[in-house]
């Protein structure tokens, strides 16, 4: 049976939100705004899932998606949506979450809207399928789109993707079978710097040595013929032979290059590597860091409790008169090191280790706490440690607006601090993800 449907929001995967006689029904390929007959699939007792078998009235925000694969590949979830609209979901989004999470009622400030909607991404992560296919996974699913476009990644990053897909095929290496932990490749990494115009390429691999180098090396001369913007400058094998769904683990094999990229941002030289964190949008992390050094006053001593290879300490190195930096990831604290000696920043050093496990002496008395942890939020203990310290200001860049929230009112609630300012940004154009920059000073 059919019935018909007013959506009215979007759930953080990017399915549309039906209400009726009192239940939710979650509908794949609604925006809001959309009327729709829809046909009931699921009864999860708190909700029901919903297929959308025609849309009646469409919203005046529904766009003509820019990629064949939208609907099925599970890459993006908005690109259906208007950017306007989008920009518009995701400031009130923040908002409804610090409310219902935090019982915060705060100002947000206007998102900052991406100078690029597509092609923006400086990073793919593509896992090999059954049959020699190379894309993203399908909606809901572990099988892979055999990937022929993508619009939210450079044009050069697909001509790699089919270069990849052929050389698997014509040299008939075998697909890891994630059930069975057979057969050796696993994803297709891609790295890109603007800075250089350098491509970075990975292959993740369940063998103990991946080898074929003068056939790489073949790959790569003939890829560079064909390439538009970009040079393949190296290509690393990540070893990992262990059953886990992580990408990249293990140890590294240099198999052409360097190993790494070069990328600029705040002023800044930093070396990627392939299992380096780096902020998938450079342009829009250089406007947050560069926001987030404003409010760094001169002179101050600052703790980056999760400072990756160091692109914010060493951002606002010059505002600092001393940086300390933690982060657990050895390779990252060895790349960190070498970018402040690269760049000339005397002021920062770095250690290696959780946060939550430094003792609160080693880390000295910072007047600024800066966090940009991952999407789970702080660990319990780091937020202790901060409200011990009691800095002057804390300063939290989140990817994930429902940690963030359950942060928030850990500090509000103590009454130690007060949010000032916070500032969505848009990581993400054409999916449901958000950046959040926050300001907390000291009561």
Not at 220 to 244: C, D, G, P
Not at 251 to 258: D, N
């Amino acid at each position: 049976m059919l019935i018909k449907g007013l959506c009215s929001d979007f759930t953080v995967e990017g399915s549309g939100v039906v209400k009726r006689d009192g239940r939710i029904i979650f509908v794949p390929g609604l925006v809001p705004g959309d009327t729709a007959e829809l046909e009931i699939t699921a009864d999860k007792k708190n909700y029901l899932l919903g297929r959308l078998k025609k849309i009646s009235e469409p919203s005046p925000d529904r766009v003509i998606p820019a990629c064949r694969h939208f609907g099925v590949c599970g890459g993006c979830t908005l690109q259906h949506y208007s950017y306007a609209a989008q920009l518009n979901w995701k400031r009130k989004f923040v908002e409804q979450s610090l409310r219902r999470i935090a019982g915060l009622t705060v100002s947000v400030r206007d998102i900052v809207p991406s100078a690029d909607v597509l092609g923006y991404r400086n990073k793919a992560q593509l896992p090999f399928g059954r049959g020699g296919g190379l894309g993203y996974y399908r909606l809901d699913s572990h099988s892979v789109v055999d990937l022929q476009e993508c619009p939210v990644q450079p044009p050069d990053f697909t001509l790699i993707v089919r270069a990849a897909r052929d050389f698997a095929r014509t040299k008939k290496i075998p697909v890891y079978d994630e059930h069975k932990h057979k057969g050796i490749l696993r994803h297709l990494i891609i790295r890109k710097s603007d800075y250089l115009r350098e491509i970075l390429l990975g292959l993740a691999v369940n063998c103990r040595n991946f080898g074929l180098r003068a056939e790489l090396d073949q790959l790569t001369a003939k890829l560079n013929e064909k390439l538009q913007t970009y040079r393949l400058t190296s290509i690393v094998a990540n070893i990992n032979q262990k059953k886990t769904n992580k990408i990249l683990t293990g140890r590294q094999e240099a198999l052409l290059g360097s190993g790494f990229i070069t990328e600029k941002i705040g002023g800044r030289l930093f070396k990627v590597a392939l299992n380096t964190f780096w902020q998938v949008n450079t342009p829009q992390a250089a406007q947050a860091y560069a926001q987030l050094a404003e409010w760094c006053a001169a002179g101050t001593n600052i703790l980056d409790a999760y400072c990756g290879i160091g692109a914010i300490a060493l951002t606002v190195a010059d505002r600092a008169d001393s940086i300390f930096g933690v982060e657990e990831n050895p390779q990252a604290v060895r790349d960190a090191r070498r970018s402040a000696e690269n760049n000339g920043v005397s002021n920062a050093r770095f250690i290696c280790g959780r946060m939550e496990e430094q003792p609160l002496d080693a880390l000295g008395a910072p007047n600024i706490i800066i966090a940009d942890p991952p999407r789970k939020g702080l660990a319990a203990r780091a937020a202790e440690q901060f409200l011990t310290l009691q800095p002057e200001k804390i300063i939290y860049l989140s990817c994930n607006p429902a940690s963030l929230a359950r942060d928030l009112k850990l500090f509000c609630q103590t009454g130690k601090y007060q949010i000032q300012e916070i500032i969505p940004y848009d990581f993400f154009p054409q999916t449901t993800h958000i950046e959040t920059l926050v300001l907390m000073q000291k009561t």
